[in-house]
């Protein structure tokens, strides 16, 4: 995951709706069902993905009143500790 693109999804989600990013999540997992794919090509869908996911979960700390930037560190910082263990 990286911070820089999760920032700019959450933007786009409050320029836009996040509607827009689960539509295309769902998009790409279908993609990713290709069986012709090469595994960098899937390495770049399911990072794509997480990235998606991961902003859409910071856009749900900030709409529960937590200010961007905290909650954006607080989510990478949960990431972290899972990668981890």
Do not use: C, W
Not at 5 to 25: C, M, S
Not at 47 to 71: C, F, H, T
């Amino acid at each position: 995951m990286k911070l820089p693109v999760i920032k700019h999804l959450t933007q786009f989600i409050e320029d836009n709706d996040e509607d827009f990013v689960n539509e295309t999540i769902e998009t790409l997992e279908a993609l990713s069902e290709v069986s012709s794919l090469k595994d960098e090509e899937l390495d770049v869908i399911g990072e794509l993905i997480s990235n998606m996911y991961g902003a859409l979960e910071v856009n749900s700390m900030i709409k529960d009143g937590v200010p961007q930037k905290e909650a954006l560190n607080s989510f990478m910082k949960r990431v972290l500790g899972s990668i981890d263990k």
